[in-house]
């Protein structure tokens, strides 16, 4: 289930998190463009956003940034079809409240896409469809899991959220030298954390203790034991 973008490309370990500092972009300007609440939603402020992006110069795509919008585009959609799809099971409030982050991201990256005037991946908005066969594949198991209960439920969201976390890292760390595509990311990533810690919370309050699929047990606890984060 877990999906490591460029593993076919080299072995990736697993590094902690670190905040980058984006150059050109004015402080007030980042501070508001990642908006948190107290249950670890976090939505994109799409129109602070953009309004930021214009601010920075174009700057050359390598593929490996191409690739990598283009996969985030999708990633981002596969967070919000599950959410959405285990909301319309469950009637949970946290699905619903994090689908609608998840869409926020979604049109972040679709943000990066437009501004290089990239060819986007999702042309069909459906809930559940996507052009990369391995985000299908993903997308299939994570609702197969989380339709046996609420718990499990609640276990695929803290996943997807690990799942997230190291692809965003990964982009960050190896292959994404833009300023506007690590602006970008920087929020995607802050948004994964809050998220992963709203689904652990959750869980804790049905009983349940959950430990990292994914992530190292560090990292985790950091993210865990860390208030949640805006810009």
Do not use: W
């Not at 980058?20 to 300007?29: A, K, P, V």
């Not at 107290?38 to 390598?62: H, Q, R």
């Not at 459906?126 to 439920?153: E, P, R």
């Not at 799942?163 to 833009?178: F, K």
């Amino acid at each position: 289930m877990y999906l490591r973008y460029f593993t076919s490309r080299a072995s990736l370990p697993l590094l902690l998190i670190s905040t980058l500092i984006i150059n050109g972009c004015s402080e007030d300007n980042q501070q508001d463009i990642l908006d948190a609440d107290a249950n670890g939603s976090s939505s994109v402020n799409n129109n602070l956003l953009s309004d930021t992006l214009a601010t920075l110069a174009l700057e050359a795509l390598s593929n490996d940034e191409i690739e990598g919008i283009y996969f985030m585009r999708e990633e981002e959609k596969l967070a919000h079809d599950v959410y959405t799809t285990l909301y319309t099971q469950t009637s949970q409030t946290i699905f619903n409240n994090i689908a609608q982050s998840e869409l926020s991201h979604t049109n972040a990256v679709l943000e990066l896409i437009t501004r290089y005037s990239l060819t986007d991946p999702v042309t069909d908005n459906t809930i559940g469809v996507f052009q990369n066969t391995a985000l299908q594949s993903l997308y299939d198991s994570l609702i197969a899991q989380g339709s046996t209960s609420l718990v499990d439920a609640l276990i695929v969201g803290a996943i997807i959220e690990e799942i997230d976390i190291i692809d965003i890292q990964t982009q960050l760390d190896q292959y994404v030298d833009n300023q506007d595509i690590t602006l970008v990311y920087e929020n995607l990533i802050k948004g994964s954390r809050n998220h992963l810690r709203a689904f652990v919370k959750v869980l804790s309050q049905h009983g349940m203790t959950y430990s990292p699929a994914y992530l190292s047990q560090q990292l985790f606890d950091d993210i865990i034991n860390s208030e949640s984060e805006t810009n």
